[in-house]
């Protein structure tokens, strides 16, 4: 058994995180690390996994992966195409839906979605209110991923705008991930 202390890397989604966004606010009170992008706002999937890639192979030990909305699908494509041996979960927070007709157009590549069981545990959350993701298709994502589905209630898309702060139940989960 791996005893060593993961490290966890936050992966924000579309835009960033911002300031009052429980991302930030963990990296801030945990000592997260955030997985940096070079382009936040016009998205490319495979530019986005290699950035992720890149952080996780850089991280010492076993990693931790809270990753939110369009950060999921690109765990889900990392996941299907690389050695996925050092992390040791993922917390799946508000993932979009890559597949949906009003899906950003200056966001590419992230469909079709990634659907392959992940190789390592994972949770999703999910509310029942979230404008980019349906309870029902967040489901079908945790069905796929072989992830535990949680209904955050209708908390929105999980981000600034729900007013979630430090979040502390979504630590809770994160915490039930570590080896």
Same mark, same amino acid.
């Given at each position: 058994?791996?005893?060593?202390? $993961? ?36 998205? !490319? ?49 508000? $993932?979009?839906?890559?597949? %949906? ?10 469909? $079709? ?11 999703? !959350? ?6 980019? !993701?349906?309870?029902? %298709?967040? %489901? ?27 979040? $502390? ?11």
């Amino acid at each position: 058994m791996n005893t060593e202390k $993961p490290t966890i890397l936050t992966v924000p989604g579309l835009g960033s995180s911002g300031p009052l966004h429980w991302q930030s606010r963990w990296e801030q009170l945990h000592h997260c690390q955030r997985v940096e992008q070079a382009e936040w706002d016009q998205p !490319v999937c495979a530019n986005w996994v290699r950035q992720l890639h890149h952080a996780i192979c850089q991280s010492p030990g076993p990693v931790l992966l809270a990753a939110h909305s369009l950060a999921c699908p690109t765990v889900a494509h990392w996941a299907a195409t690389h050695d996925a041996s050092r992390v040791a979960g993922a917390l799946l927070v508000a $993932p979009a839906d890559a597949e %949906r007709p009003d899906f950003p157009a200056g966001a590419t590549g992230f469909a $079709p979605l990634a659907l392959q069981r992940l190789p390592f545990p994972s949770i999703v !959350v999910a509310s029942t209110n979230d404008e980019y !993701v349906t309870l029902a %298709r967040a %489901r079908f994502f945790a069905d796929a991923w072989g992830s535990r589905l949680v209904n955050a209630g209708a908390r929105g898309h999980l981000n600034s705008d729900s007013h979630l702060h430090d979040w $502390p139940e979504g630590w809770a989960l994160l915490q039930q991930l570590k080896p």
